[in-house]
């Protein structure tokens, strides 16, 4: 397998989302070929704080994320990556690719001056937990979510 992690193109938006809606959590909320994803697109190709990356094989988009780069105060005005949506295509799962993305991740991370990566994860994907564990990340924080209509 030859992979290789590129910036994500609108073309790319068909393939994300059969991704996010291939699993118990995102089966839920996700709502593939509505117009409402290209539109997000847009936003977020535009902003150069965010990167969505695709992992290719070949043509065929088997992995993605998205980075955003936030710069705060704290810290000494450390800026902070954030890694969001991590999704492998099902058929891709368990050949190291997810690692293989979170360590581009934080490479892309480091490149970028980032004194931290962070993310988050549901709390009921106990493997994932496990996964971002072996990978050095901490749960050293508490994360809350208020879902607004």
């Given at each position: 397998?030859?992979?290789?992690?590129?910036?994500?193109?609108?073309?790319?938006?068909?393939?994300?989302?059969?991704?996010?809606?291939?699993?118990?959590?995102?089966?839920?909320?996700?709502?593939?070929?509505?117009?409402?994803?290209?539109?997000?697109?847009?936003?977020?190709?535009?902003?150069?704080?965010?990167?969505?990356?695709?992992?290719?094989?070949?043509?065929?988009?088997?992995?993605?994320?998205?980075?955003?780069?936030?710069?705060?105060?704290?810290?000494?005005?450390?800026?902070?990556?954030?890694v969001e949506a991590v999704r492998v295509r099902s058929d891709q799962r368990g050949n190291g690719l997810g690692e293989h993305l979170i360590r581009w991740a934080i490479d892309e991370a480091r490149a970028?001056?980032?004194?931290?990566?962070?993310?988050?994860?549901?709390?009921?994907?106990?493997?994932?937990?496990?996964?971002?564990?072996?990978?050095?990340?901490?749960?050293?924080?508490?994360?809350?979510?208020?879902?607004?209509?």
């Amino acid at each position: 397998m030859k992979i290789t992690i590129r910036r994500a193109t609108a073309a790319d938006v068909h393939p994300i989302v059969a991704m996010l809606a291939d699993d118990p959590l995102g089966a839920q909320r996700e709502k593939p070929g509505d117009p409402a994803y290209l539109k997000a697109f847009e936003v977020i190709d535009a902003d150069p704080h965010q990167h969505l990356a695709v992992a290719v094989d070949g043509d065929e988009v088997v992995g993605t994320l998205q980075l955003t780069f936030t710069t705060g105060l704290s810290r000494l005005g450390t800026t902070r990556a954030t890694v969001e949506a991590v999704r492998v295509r099902s058929d891709q799962r368990g050949n190291g690719l997810g690692e293989h993305l979170i360590r581009w991740a934080i490479d892309e991370a480091r490149a970028r001056g980032c004194g931290m990566v962070q993310l988050t994860t549901d709390a009921s994907r106990v493997d994932a937990h496990r996964f971002y564990e072996r990978l050095g990340f901490a749960a050293s924080h508490v994360g809350m979510k208020l879902v607004l209509d």
